[in-house]
Nanobody, 123 residues
Framework: QVQLQESGPGLVKPSQTLSLTCTVS??????????WAWIRQPPGKGLEWIGH???????DISPSLKSRTSISRETSKNQFTLQLSSVTPEDTAVYYC???????????????WGQGTLVTVSS
C-alpha cells in the first residue's frame, strides 16, 4: 500500500519560494499511479488543485498558479517536489500530496493522501 508524506518548512516569508517534498513509500514513483499531485486548502476555503506530475515527467499546473509553480521528481529518492515562488499571505494553506489512481484529473481518484502540512506565509 502506497503512503505519502509531506515535508518542508512551516513558515515562509512573502516574496520567497515555498518548497515542499513528498516522500513515497510502499511503492515506486515510476511504477505506481498515473500521476502524483499537489493539493492545498487555504483557511476557510475548499481544496485547490495545484498541479501534478506524470510518471514520465511531464506536468500539468493550474492556470492560476502556472507562472510561479514547478513540480519535479527525484526518482532515486522516491520523491516529488513542489516549488511555489513569490508567495503572498494568500498562499497560506495546508498542503497535501497524493497519487492519481486513474488518468483523469479528479479528487475522487486521488489515493494515498499525506497527512498534510500547514505552510504559513507571513513576515
Amino acid at each position: 500500500q502506497v503512503q505519502l508524506q509531506e515535508s518542508g518548512p512551516g513558515l515562509v516569508k512573502p516574496s520567497q519560494t515555498l518548497s515542499l517534498t513528498c516522500t513515497v513509500s510502499g511503492g515506486s514513483i515510476t511504477s505506481n499511479y498515473y500521476y502524483w499531485a499537489w493539493i492545498r486548502q487555504p483557511p476557510g476555503k475548499g481544496l485547490e488543485w495545484i498541479g501534478h506530475i506524470y510518471h514520465a515527467g511531464n506536468t500539468d499546473i493550474s492556470p492560476s498558479l502556472k507562472s510561479r509553480t514547478s513540480i519535479s521528481r527525484e526518482t532515486s529518492k522516491n520523491q516529488f517536489t513542489l516549488q511555489l515562488s513569490s508567495v503572498t499571505p494568500e498562499d497560506t494553506a495546508v498542503y497535501y500530496c497524493a497519487g492519481g489512481a486513474w488518468m483523469e484529473r479528479s479528487y475522487k481518484y486521488l489515493e494515498g493522501w499525506g497527512q498534510g502540512t500547514l505552510v504559513t506565509v507571513s513576515s
